[in-house]
């Protein structure tokens, strides 16, 4: 089993950057494709970004192309996304998620974190 914990998240102005971080517990996190997603108030979740197992792979969605990035150390148990220039239309809790598939769908996902809130101002 898997314990994810995000943090970084807090209140940004449009342009800015953020760093989030996912620490997450277990001896097997290295097995494990990650994944970020987010959900604004009142909208679905939806697929931000995604890493293999080894990091070697990574996607993306097209809104955030060029713009985020996810890395993850095995060594340290952690995945990171970092998120240039922001937008306010981006504001929500972005969520990391563990999955055997780095895929982009959120059924794909078996382990959660509760969230960081991310919020851009205009």
């Known amino acids: 089993q898997v314990q994810l914990v995000e943090s970084g998240g807090g209140l940004v102005q449009a342009g800015g950057s953020l760093r989030l971080s996912c620490a997450a517990s277990?001896?097997?996190?290295?097995?494990?494709?990650m994944g970020w997603f987010r959900q604004a108030p009142g909208k679905e979740r939806e697929f931000v970004a995604a890493?293999?197992?080894?990091?070697?792979?990574?996607y993306y969605a097209d809104s955030v192309k060029g713009r985020f990035t996810i890395s993850r150390d095995n060594a340290k148990n952690t995945v990171h996304l970092q998120m240039n220039s922001l937008k306010p239309e981006e504001t929500g809790v972005y969520y990391c998620?563990?999955?055997?598939?780095?895929?982009?769908?959120?059924?794909?996902?078996?382990?959660w974190g509760q969230g960081t809130q991310v919020t851009v101002s205009s």
């Open positions: 998620a563990a999955s055997y598939s780095s895929g982009s769908s959120s059924s794909e996902y078996k382990y």
């Open positions: 890493i293999s197992w080894s990091g070697g792979s990574t």
């Open positions: 277990g001896r097997t996190f290295s097995s494990y494709a």
